[in-house]
């Protein structure tokens, strides 16, 4: 009798169980978009995509990204 095996999260090199993204920088942003890191700027400066800042770094939520794309879609 085999007991079942449970999917593993990859891990750090620490060991510990790595987080999946919940944020990506505008850079990260645009790659997954297929437009430009400086479109993402534009779309943030006109509200069309939710970003935080964090100190100095601006962050996009994975979720503001798919709710772009789903209000794209429904504007196209």
């Not at 437009?35 to 601006?58: F, N, P």
Request: aromatic share 2%.
């Amino acid at each position: 009798m085999t007991t079942p095996t449970v999917p593993v999260k990859p891990t750090s090199p620490r060991g510990v169980a790595a987080l999946e993204k919940r944020s990506v920088r505008p850079a990260e942003a645009a790659e997954l978009l297929g437009i430009c890191r400086d479109t993402v700027y534009v779309l943030m400066r006109a509200g069309r995509l939710r970003s935080v800042k964090a100190g100095r770094a601006r962050l996009i939520p994975v979720t503001a990204i798919e709710d772009f794309l789903t209000n794209e879609e429904v504007m196209a």
